[in-house]
Structures are given as structure tokens and as C-alpha cells.
């Protein structure tokens, strides 16, 4: 999400580049000024304020206003010092974290030793954290090895294990005392939650919103913004309706078909770029008929990518050939070089003949009926459901869809009913074996076991060199593809929308997994 972009002519299948300046040249200078309240619109709800519990990426983004990890990922993606002012790998499989001292949580208590490792030792848990356990399951232990030093060691080397022990990972250290006193139960209506970052949360109401406040015992320069309300507006067209009527001062996930009219707005200015996401269909195998490679191939025929792009998301966005995207290759790739590499990717295109073919070969060749849903936060979702539905009806399958609320909706992926489900996956630490880790790895959604894959996930986990990482990833990928497992549709882009009131000092793709409320600034 840099803060502007301009459609820099078609890229292969129809997708669009974006072109980004910086958020000052963009908005103005920072006037210096603080802001009373800043007001954001949140295109859905949350049921709870801790990641761990529900770790959709609107969790995420929200989470960096309150919590800290070890480390924090700054707005190009780097590694940088959070609660963590130094740390060391004295062995592949050991990292030794020196904290700052004098560092308090909201409440006024300091922060030890003690409560990061009770953190992480909850993050390991998944009756406590069930939407991050899986990310530290090659934690073996997490020991206090100094008055502010801990040291974490690994079952095995896994060179994207840093960026973990962030925000954008499973890192979200919290006050041992308080998690005991409210029972585990953090992150609700009545316990709140307990952190280290620039504010505090005063109120939450999983129905409407929640209020923050600038921490008093933040340890780092105060924010510009001394409040920020959050709204949660799931319906598109009342959030349009806020923002017009200046009720509004930044608003995420701005709908791609309403992009002309939130433009049309005075002192709005929309900005959009490539967000790390990834959308594809994901396929159970466990569940008939898609325990089926040939069905299965014949819905991945049947999806017209290029169209949907230029479409349908009015060029917001690139043809995807993998689940990996192109700036998650950046450590070895220039983003034209990341695209030719991903599309080497074993991938199917739009061909209506072969998926024909395909339902024919199967053993449900008559047809069927299945039901695909989608978030209410994602209504370019629907649409490319709604045409995937208008293809695969003219080879005999019925495809029902249907809009539900985000929580619902992610509780479908994977439960061993829906067959075939969206994929919507925003990578936070941006390491390319983040999302084929989740989509192929142990515990997978689609109930899939391959040895071949499992092995070059393995390789790729603790190998050192860049290209060798994502060279085994490509091949994990395209065996996956063969058995079409997950069917890449298309990289994202986020349009973001701001008042002329506000601005987001360096806004990039990582802003909103970093302390990006520090960051919000009163343009000239």
C-alpha cells in the first residue's frame, strides 16, 4: 500500500504496474501539528482484539497500534529493533534477544524478561492461540536468560524466523499479570488488551468499533494523533457515505468499483498499490467432489484470470501464477525478473475446452452443485465468483454464492464441508514461503500430503541463499499445481483512502504491519 500509484500500461495477462511516489510528496509536508482524533473506516468487524484469537489481517493491522514484538518490520519490509534492541545468533538454531530496558506496558507495569517469554509460550499454544500457534511450531523452547535477555531455539534452521517475532508474525508480547487476571481472556469488550506500542485501547465493541488513546508510558516519541476511533462500516456503500460526508479520515480496503466516486470526494485522496496478497480458489480433498484432481482441474479452466483483472478489478491488480508474489522475491529478484520466475509455476489458464475435458474425465461427469463463499470485505470477490459461476455452468455444475460476514467466512476454509473456498491472504512478513508454508505445509486447509512437497518445504525452510529458497518453493509449487491443490488467480492491490486532514509518513506495502499510528501526521 505505497501512497500513490498510476497505471503504468498492461503487464502479461492483462495486469497493471503501479508506479509509487512518497506519502509527503504526495499529501504535503508534516505541518507539525497534532490531530485531536483520527477517524478509520475498517471494511469489517473484529470478535477480538488479540491476533492470536482471531488472526485475519485486519487483526493485524489494527494489532500494531497497541502491541510490540521483539522485532518490527519497518514500511519496505526490514527487520528493524522494537522491544528488542539487539539480538544474536550465536548458533542456526538460537537467536538471544537483549531487551530495552525501562519499557512499560499501558497499565504502568514494566515490561520483563518474564512476560515476553510467557508471551511467546502462549503464542505457542493453540487452545490460547489458535490463529498463530502453527507459526511457532518450530519454537522448541523459549528460556529467560538474563535479567532482559531471552533466547529462543528452534527445532531447525528457518531463515524467515526473525520477521516472526513481529507484529507481522506471531510475536504479541502482553503482560503476563494481566493475561492471568482476566483469565487467557484478552482482546475482549470487558478485559481489552494490555501492550507496549503508542496507544492504548480505551473501548471495544465488536458490533461498532473501538476508541484508542495516546500511551502515556510509550517509550518512543508521542504520536501526532492524540486518539483514533475505529469504525467498523462493513457495508461498502455507508462507508462511502461516511467518508462524503467527512466522517472519515482513512479507509482501508477502498472498493475497486467504487474507486471514481470515493475520488470525486473534496480533500480525498485515493492511493493504491501492490499489497502482498494473494487470491486463488483453494480446494479440499477431503471433501466430495473435489477429493477429485479432474474436478478440481476443471474449475481451474474454467476461471477467466485476465478478464477478472482488467475487469473486474478495473486493473487493480496482476495475473497470478503462484502463491507466492513477486515482492516476496525481493531478496533475490528485481519485481520484472520475480515475474518471469513465477511464471515458470506449473499453472493453469482459461480454457473452457479443456475444462470441459476435465469434468468429462472425472467421476462426476454429469455435473454437481457446490457452494463457494466470500467476505463481506471483499466484494471483488464475489464478482469473480459470480463470473467463475456463469463458466462453469455452461459445462453442467451448478455454483452457489454467497456473501457472509469475514469471521464466518474464514471459518469455512478448511471445516471439511466447503470443498472449494477463496483464498484471500494478505502475507504480512512478505518472506515467499509464507503463504505456501500455510496453503502446503503440516495442518494445511486442503487436508493435502504430498512427501515431495513436504521435503522442499523443508529444504526451503532452512536453506540460506535466497534463490535457493525460492527455487525449491517453485518446485513445491508446481507439483501442488499438477495435483491442483490451490488455483492462483491474481496478486492484489489495496486501494487506500485519506482525508486531506491526515497523511502516513513513508506508507508502503509493510505500513500497516508496522507502528503505522506513529507514523499519521497533519499534511501543510
Given at each position: 500500500?505505497?501512497?500513490?500509484?498510476?497505471?503504468?500500461?498492461?503487464?502479461?495477462?492483462?495486469?497493471?504496474?503501479?508506479?509509487?511516489?512518497?506519502?509527503?510528496?504526495?499529501?504535503?509536508?508534516?505541518?507539525?501539528?497534532?490531530?485531536?482524533?483520527?477517524?478509520?473506516?475498517?471494511?469489517?468487524?473484529?470478535?477480538?482484539?488479540?491476533?492470536?484469537?482471531?488472526?485475519?489481517?485486519?487483526?493485524?493491522?489494527?494489532?500494531?497500534?497497541?502491541?510490540?514484538?521483539?522485532?518490527?518490520?519497518?514500511?519496505?519490509?526490514?527487520?528493524?529493533?522494537?522491544?528488542?534492541?539487539?539480538?544474536?545468533?550465536?548458533?542456526p538454531t538460537t537467536y538471544v534477544f537483549d531487551l530495552a530496558s525501562g519499557v512499560k506496558f499501558s497499565d504502568g507495569t514494566e515490561l520483563t524478561a518474564k512476560d515476553v517469554k510467557f508471551s511467546l509460550d502462549q503464542a505457542k499454544d493453540a487452545k490460547a492461540s489458535p490463529g498463530i500457534a502453527s507459526y511457532?511450531?518450530?519454537?522448541?523452547?523459549?528460556?529467560?536468560?538474563?535479567?532482559?535477555?531471552?533466547?529462543?531455539?528452534?527445532?531447525?534452521p528457518d531463515p524467515a524466523f526473525l520477521k516472526l517475532m513481529s507484529t507481522a508474525g506471531a510475536a504479541f508480547i502482553t503482560s503476563e499479570a494481566f493475561w492471568t487476571k482476566v483469565g487467557g481472556k484478552t482482546g475482549t469488550s470487558s478485559s481489552l488488551v494490555v501492550g507496549t506500542g503508542p496507544y492504548q485501547v480505551t473501548s471495544f465493541q465488536p458490533d461498532s468499533g473501538m476508541k484508542l488513546e495516546r500511551n502515556t508510558h510509550w517509550s518512543g516519541t508521542a504520536p501526532k494523533a492524540k486518539s483514533i476511533e475505529i469504525k467498523f462500516i462493513a457495508d461498502q456503500n455507508t462507508r462511502l457515505l461516511a467518508a462524503k460526508s467527512g466522517g472519515v479520515d482513512i479507509a482501508f480496503n477502498v472498493p475497486l468499483d467504487q474507486v471514481a466516486q470515493w475520488k470525486a470526494i473534496s480533500g480525498e485522496r485515493v492511493v493504491a498499490v501492490n499489497d502482498l496478497s494473494y487470491v486463488g480458489l483453494n480446494f479440499d480433498t477431503r471433501v466430495s467432489p473435489f477429493n477429485d484432481p479432474k474436478v478440481r482441474e476443471a474449475f481451474s479452466y474454467s476461471v477467466d484470470r485476465d478478464a477478472i483483472v482488467a475487469k473486474l478489478l478495473h486493473g487493480y491488480g496482476q495475473t497470478a501464477t503462484a502463491m507466492m508474489t513477486p515482492e516476496s522475491l525481493a531478496a533475490a529478484y528485481t519485481p520484472q525478473e520475480a515475474k518471469e520466475v513465477l511464471e515458470t509455476v506449473t499453472h493453469q489458464s482459461y480454457d473452457m475446452a479443456k475444462a470441459k475435458a476435465a469434468l468429462a474425465a472425472s467421476s462426476h461427469a454429469q455435473g454437481f452443485t457446490a457452494e463457494l463463499t466470500y467476505p463481506n470485505t471483499g466484494p471483488q470477490l464475489g464478482l469473480a465468483a459470480q463470473s467463475l459461476a456463469q463458466n462453469l455452468k455452461t459445462i453442467g455444475i451448478t455454483l452457489s454464492v454467497k456473501e457472509v460476514p469475514i469471521d464466518q467466512w474464514l471459518a469455512t476454509i478448511g471445516d471439511k464441508t466447503h470443498g472449494v473456498s477463496f483464498m484471500w491472504y494478505f502475507s504480512t512478513t512478505g518472506d515467499p514461503a509464507e503463504v505456501p508454508s500455510y496453503l502446503l505445509g503440516e495442518g494445511n486447509p486442503s487436508g493435502y500430503s504430498n512427501a515431495q512437497v513436504a521435503s522442499l518445504l523443508d529444504q526451503a525452510s532452512q536453506a540460506s541463499d535466497p534463490k535457493t529458497r525460492i527455487a525449491d518453493l517453485i518446485k513445491a509449487e508446481s507439483i501442488q499445481a499438477t495435483d491442483v491443490v490451490n488455483a492462483p488467480l491474481w496478486w492484489g492491490q489495496s486501494v487506500t483512502a485519506f482525508s486531506d486532514k491526515v497523511a502516513i509518513k513513508n506508507f508502503g506495502a509493510f505500513s500497516f504491519s508496522s507502528d503505522w499510528g506513529s507514523a499519521i501526521y497533519a499534511p501543510q
Open positions: 500500500m505505497a501512497i500513490t500509484a498510476v497505471l503504468a500500461g498492461c503487464a502479461k495477462g492483462g495486469s497493471s504496474s503501479p508506479t509509487a511516489t512518497s506519502a509527503a510528496g504526495s499529501a504535503g509536508a508534516d505541518s507539525g501539528k497534532d490531530i485531536d482524533v483520527v477517524t478509520v473506516a475498517l471494511p469489517g468487524s473484529l470478535s477480538s482484539l488479540y491476533p492470536g484469537q482471531e488472526a485475519g489481517i485486519l487483526n493485524y493491522n489494527v494489532s500494531n497500534l497497541f502491541y510490540q514484538g521483539l522485532v518490527g518490520v519497518d514500511s519496505a519490509g526490514k527487520v528493524i529493533p522494537a522491544l528488542a534492541t539487539k539480538w544474536t545468533q550465536p548458533k511457532m511450531s518450530n519454537v522448541k523452547d523459549v528460556a529467560i536468560s538474563g535479567d532482559q535477555q531471552v533466547t529462543i531455539t528452534l527445532a531447525k
